[in-house]
């Protein structure tokens, strides 16, 4: 997903401003504006949109319905905790997705790249906003829910577990370096955090019922099994 031009709207810095650095160091391609008109006037460069509902001109169902007339743009909504209605119209109007704020990196990284995967015609690993599937293994996103063959994971997953499995589901069968997992679950680039990865992935196998689908390729990364 290297290079993927991304339009951020949103007009509070304090969310606008963390969440632009942390996809810039994901390999996104970037832009921020703090309005409806301006992300009118910048949707055609854009690869997908993160779109806020609450907007200072002009809110943020009524871009999404502007923005659905004219383009196929994805569209990812930002909404506020609580905003049931908002979250319900914004996939009428034709929204790919939505994400609840306070929301993490890991999450929205997630989602974004199983909405591209879905809309741009390639292999997705996901037919339904909020879900994420990798062979037997399904993840509830919003509902922070995983069932490995329909059957829910017992006993449940550990943040730090769930977040590592997320990060490697948002790309099944492709090897995930471990400082990119050290950086994207715990926010460090120290490289003595490797070993915690190896210690929460032991843990998270033997959980998965599984162990074969998480594989390691060593030197590498790990991937888990499409």
């Known amino acids: 997903m290297a290079g993927v031009r991304v339009l951020v709207v949103e007009d509070e810095d304090a969310i606008a401003e963390p969440l632009v650095k942390g996809l810039e160091r994901e390999g996104w391609e970037v ?27 002009v809110d943020g169902l009524t871009v999404c319905r ?20 908002d979250r319900v119209v914004g996939l009428e109007l034709g929204a790919d997705d939505y994400v ?7 999450e929205l990284v997630a989602r974004m790249r199983a909405v591209l995967r879905r809309t741009t015609g390639g292999e997705g690993n996901t037919d339904e ?3 994420l599937r990798a062979g037997a293994v399904e993840i509830d996103l919003g509902g922070r829910r995983v069932t490995v063959g329909g059957s829910a994971v017992d006993p449940e997953l550990t943040p730090k577990e769930y977040d590592v499995l997320v990060a490697l ?9 471990k400082d990119r997992l050290v950086r994207e679950v715990w926010g460090t680039s120290w490289y003595g ?11 998270l196998r033997r959980k998965l019922g599984d162990p074969g689908l ?4 060593r030197g590498v990364g790990l991937r888990l099994r499409p």
Not at 35 to 47: E, I, K, N, R, V
Not at 193 to 203: E, N
Not at 214 to 217: A, H, R, V
Request: charged share 20%.
């Open 31 to 57: 832009t921020r504006v703090a309005t409806g008109g301006a992300a009118l006037g910048q949707a055609d460069w854009a690869d997908i949109v993160l779109l806020d509902v609450r907007l200072p001109d």
């Open 129 to 131: 906003p909020g879900i």
């Open 214 to 217: 998480i594989e390691t390729i």
């Open 193 to 203: 955090a490797a070993k915690t990865v190896d210690v929460h992935v032991a843990s």
């Open 169 to 177: 589901a948002a790309q099944p069968g492709v090897v995930v370096p």
């Open 66 to 85: 502007e923005l659905r007339a004219r383009s196929r743009v994805p569209v990812i909504m930002v909404t506020a905790r609580g905003e049931e209605v």
């Open 100 to 106: 609840v704020k306070p929301f993490g990196l890991r």
